[in-house]
């Protein structure tokens, strides 16, 4: 009798075993330091057949992701959408630099920083309509230090990205160059540990993750802050074909605006749907429903009363967008030949005033938010 239980044990306990190691075989691998997910594999759509709008997000953006995931939850725009048989589709990306090679018609709208978007226009049928962030690219040392106080030092920052660009900013303001510096190139998620174990004296970062960073290391301090934006940016093909979809998703783009102005508790409501897509994204986020996180929405976007339409300075030479736009050609991610032109004629600052003359039509004061989900998913499950 006893053996007869033994071997029963036994084999139960090889069952349960085993099942755990098939289970585990087919998951997702947890992500390594560059993983990314198959944005080949993404389901995406290059005419109208499928009646499907692709939507390209950054879940860990924050004030994006807040717009991205309104869109997403808005029963007025699924309304309007679904009268004429649209629907919306969501690809999540790491970085805006990961979208652009699939603004080639794959993508319809895309939440981008200016740095990609810049490349976007140049290279791709691409225009920007409105911007969904306008923050700042923050310096964070280890110890409260000036500018001129990183000589020498080990920072982290992301490449190829508008970090770069802000840290050769700063170090002009303090009379130095990138060569002082020991650059430590890192993506995004990789800042925090970083400064944390001290294997770099400072880092460059944008929100949510500067904002995280300074909660989390001990004696970490903001040295030097620059203006960064983050805009919605559309296929131009897509607009030409469907101009009334164009105008029916910048309508629930400033509708979420307007919400999220309205009352403080729907900024609390948001801020739960942008945590709950960073966990199914990454497995992971710092971003929760309280005062602070608040306070972060409402200083990039929410609490201005032009928020979210383009500053009308934009496009004029010499201005900040002008400068990234030399500055990457010096880096050679621009042709040198690339004509500023070009990209003031991808900056469309009709369309969304367009949008507010006609708001009766758009309903852009409607609010009628579900708590689930209201579209397909294209691409970009779970890292975790």
Not at 146 to 164: E, F, H, I, N, Q
Request: glycine share 8%.
């Amino acid at each position: 009798m006893k053996s007869r239980i033994f071997w029963t044990l036994f084999f139960l306990v090889v069952a349960v075993v085993g099942a755990g190691v098939w289970l585990q075989s087919g998951r997702s691998p947890s992500p390594g330091r560059d993983a990314v997910p198959d944005y080949e594999g993404y389901d995406y759509g290059r005419d109208d057949a499928s009646r499907v709008i692709d939507i390209a997000t950054q879940p860990s953006d924050l004030s994006p992701a807040f717009i991205s995931e309104c869109l997403f939850h808005d029963r007025v725009l699924q309304e309007q959408l679904a009268a004429s048989g649209w629907t919306l589709r969501e690809h999540r990306y790491n970085s805006g630099n990961d979208i652009v090679p699939y603004c080639d018609g794959r993508l319809d709208l895309m939440f981008m920083g200016d740095f990609p978007a810049l490349v976007a226009m140049a290279s791709r049928p691409v225009c920007i309509v409105a911007i969904t962030s306008h923050g700042y690219d923050t310096i964070i040392a280890s110890d409260m230090r000036t500018p001129k106080d990183l000589k020498g030092l080990r920072v982290g920052y992301p490449p190829g990205s508008s970090a770069r660009f802000t840290l050769e900013r700063m170090l002009d303001v303090a009379h130095l160059a990138f060569a002082d510096i020991v650059s430590v190139p890192l993506q995004p998620r990789e800042l925090e540990a970083a400064l944390r174990d001290h294997r770099v004296d400072a880092v460059i970062a944008w929100e949510p993750t500067a904002s995280r960073i300074l909660a989390n290391v001990p004696d970490s301090h903001p040295a030097f802050r620059s203006e960064t934006i983050t805009y919605a940016a559309m296929d131009l093909d897509f607009c030409a074909r469907q101009p009334q979809l164009q105008k029916a998703l910048l309508a629930a783009l400033l509708r979420a605006a307007r919400w999220g102005g309205e009352d403080e508790q729907n900024l609390y409501a948001g801020l739960g749907w942008v945590r709950e897509a960073e966990l199914d994204y990454t497995g992971k986020s710092a971003i929760v429903a309280d005062r602070k996180w608040v306070t972060i929405l409402r200083q990039e976007g929410i609490d201005s009363p032009s928020f979210p339409m383009l500053p009308r300075d934009l496009s004029e030479p010499g201005r900040r967008f002008h400068r990234q736009f030399q500055w990457l050609q010096g880096a050679g991610r621009l042709a040198a030949t690339q004509d500023w032109t070009c990209i003031q004629s991808a900056i469309d600052f009709t369309v969304l005033p367009g949008v507010i003359r006609e708001g009766t039509k758009w309903q852009v004061d409607r609010f009628h938010y579900c708590s689930d989900k209201l579209c397909k998913a294209g691409g970009g499950g779970a890292l975790k």
